[in-house]
């Protein structure tokens, strides 16, 4: 039995799914003379399974943004209540190609929100790109290069909120990203909670990293995706800034 090639459509673009070429039968040939063959059935069944699993796209499980035009940015209200975004706070990602997927975030960020009656009316975070890091070191120092974030050239992107709408108890927050010296807008889902002690912002949501002239393709018979799963868990506190809390440190 040879398993060679599964076309996939990805994000509307077609991906091919190089998985390893190997016979099960004859690789297991001391198997398949103990196991029945309903037995062997269902075990390659499995396998096979397994190995398409490996291709799934991480971003197909969340809300995919599209880039515009940078919009005007919102001004804090005169009567806000400013708060300070802590290190507990991460940002992840998911980035994946056809092969399979890996997982990251930043170290280091930092930022302010602002909020009044139980609404966030402005906010900025600033990310280090040096910070970055994943599951993999070979990858991270890839991450860094011209291929993809190029952090020599452009070692900071900042995230500023544009817009936070509510509707049906859902938010829509809108805002200017400033990635890899291309800024656009784009609007994601979160939750998003605004107390006297607190401001919390939890998202998920995928961007598409072409829209930011990243455009490293990976390998041909391994194929870098277009779209990237951003993971947000922000705590905003009242009070100053920690050593922790500040880009610089």
Known sequence: MQLDMIELSVVNHPFICNLERHSIMKKNNAIAMLLPKAQLTTLIAIATAGLITGCSDPSDKVAKTTASEAKEVAKPAATAMDYVIRAESTIGFVGSKVTGSHTGGFKKFAGKVSATGGKVTAAEVKIDMNSIWSDNDRLT???KNADFFDVPKF???????????SASGTN??????DLHGVTKSISFPADVQATEDAVTVKAEFAINR???NINYAGRANDLVRDNVVLKLDIT????EARPEDQ???
Do not use: D, K
């Open 210 to 212: 072409r829209e930011f």
């Open 141 to 143: 120092g890839h991450l």
């Open 155 to 165: 070692p900071t992107s900042t995230f500023t909120v544009t817009t936070i709408e």
């Open 172 to 177: 829509t927050v809108t805002g200017n990203l």
């Open 236 to 239: 905003a506190t009242p009070g």
């Open 247 to 249: 880009l610089g440190n």
